[in-house]
């Protein structure tokens, strides 16, 4: 385990990485553990709310794919962060020059209407909920190297959440079940996908776990906290002028534009 020093230390390693805008190096040797990537996440995320002048006010849920967890050898997502001052309200620009390397990816944002500390059935979080909506997240990864990623890495950095952009609500009682959803960039349909993507096939599920996680580190998911459930098409990187229109059967579509 590291002690807090080595966290502080990796902690503002990785913020003068962001400040500087350098490529994404990942650091494995240094994380012993999962539980340290975390603690390291943390740290980073203080001093970013710092410097912004805002708290965590959501989460995103990463590697929901269990074709990716095998991928990297571990047996369950990775959670991350969202700051208040990086939640935005569709119709959205983001700004390319904001970011090193720019992507985005198509994601379920739930929303509960209570405090939730530990993990339920999904019936339970069905009954806990206040909206649900068409999302997208604004990936961060500083140019790294896609082929050697590792979890610990990305959780240190927060898994490269640049922010969130949530769509007009949806109806609650939908069957998120197997869902279909499908991504226009420009008008036309480039991809499609489905919520069965994600954890358990419902991206309910994941905040069901989302919940367990953050009980275990004596959190706990606050009601009205936004939470982006996994993506249910591939990392996209869209370029300037492009206009994306995401949406799921059933649910309003979130839009987004892109710009120098």
Not at 106 to 133: A, F, G, N
């Amino acid at each position: 385990m590291l002690s807090r020093s080595e966290v502080d230390a990796i902690a503002q390693g990785l913020m003068a990485d962001h400040e500087a805008r350098r490529m994404f190096v990942p650091f494995p040797e240094r994380i012993p553990s999962n539980d340290d990537a975390y603690n390291v996440q943390d740290a980073l995320v203080a001093l970013i709310c710092a410097k912004l002048g805002t708290r965590v006010e959501g989460y995103k849920i990463a590697l929901t794919s269990k074709s990716t967890r095998e991928w990297l050898k571990i047996h369950e997502p990775c959670a991350a962060q969202v700051l208040g001052a990086r939640i935005h309200r569709s119709p959205y620009s983001a700004s390319l020059a904001d970011f090193v390397r720019f992507s985005i990816e198509t994601e379920i944002c739930v929303v509960l209407d209570r405090d939730l500390d530990r993990e339920v059935p999904i019936e339970d979080v069905q009954k806990m909920l206040r909206s649900i909506h068409c999302a997208y997240e604004l990936v961060e990864d500083r140019d790294a190297d896609l082929t050697r990623l590792d979890a610990k890495s990305l959780l240190s950095d927060n898994c490269w959440n640049g922010g969130i952009v949530i769509g007009p609500p949806g109806p609650i009682d939908l069957d998120m079940n197997d869902r279909a959803g499908r991504l226009r960039v420009n008008g036309v349909v480039t991809k499609e996908g489905t919520t069965r993507e994600t954890i358990g096939g419902n991206p309910l599920h994941v905040v069901a776990w989302l919940a367990g996680h953050l009980g275990r580190r004596g959190k706990a998911l606050k009601a009205g906290q936004p939470v982006i459930t996994g993506s249910i098409i591939e990392t996209q990187f869209p370029k300037a002028g492009d206009k994306l229109v995401f949406d799921v059967d059933g649910m309003p579509p979130v839009e987004l534009r892109v710009t120098p």
